[in-house]
């Protein structure tokens, strides 16, 4: 695996065009995860999600879903029929994004006595 050299100073143009910045504002946004990890389940209607997450407002919802859409994570598929639904699911590039963020998960839960030891220092 290679790794693209940072230049120093490092410019706001180099910060927002580096793949990574992106992706660590989803990881870092407050409810895509979450929505991702009920979406791993499979799939779910928007009121589905709705009841799922609990402090989640209608509005940021909508927001959260048309963003992971919009970056390719999550599908939305109109079901037809005298009620039409709106059903969310993951896709393979989202499937492969939450086995990232799986995996810095388990970062976390391994060295969380660690980080709390380096929080406590730093007081």
């Not at 992106?22 to 870092?28: H, K, P, Q």
């Not at 991702?36 to 989640?56: P, Q, T």
């Not at 927001?63 to 598929?77: C, K, Q, Y």
């Amino acid at each position: 695996m290679s790794t693209a050299a940072i230049t120093v100073p490092v410019t706001v143009s180099d910060h927002e065009e580096c793949p990574a910045t992106g992706v660590l504002r989803r990881v870092g946004d407050k409810w895509s995860v979450v929505l991702l990890s009920v979406l791993a389940r499979g799939a779910h209607g928007f009121n589905e999600l709705d009841r799922s997450v609990e402090g989640l407002s209608r509005r940021m919802l909508t927001r959260t879903l048309r963003a992971l859409e919009e970056e390719g994570l999550v599908s939305r598929t109109i079901q037809p029929g005298v009620t039409p639904r709106v059903d969310y699911a993951l896709t393979d590039l989202g499937r492969s994004f939450l086995e990232a963020v799986r995996a810095l998960s388990l970062w976390a839960v391994a060295h969380q006595d660690d980080l709390a030891a380096a929080r406590a220092r730093a007081r």
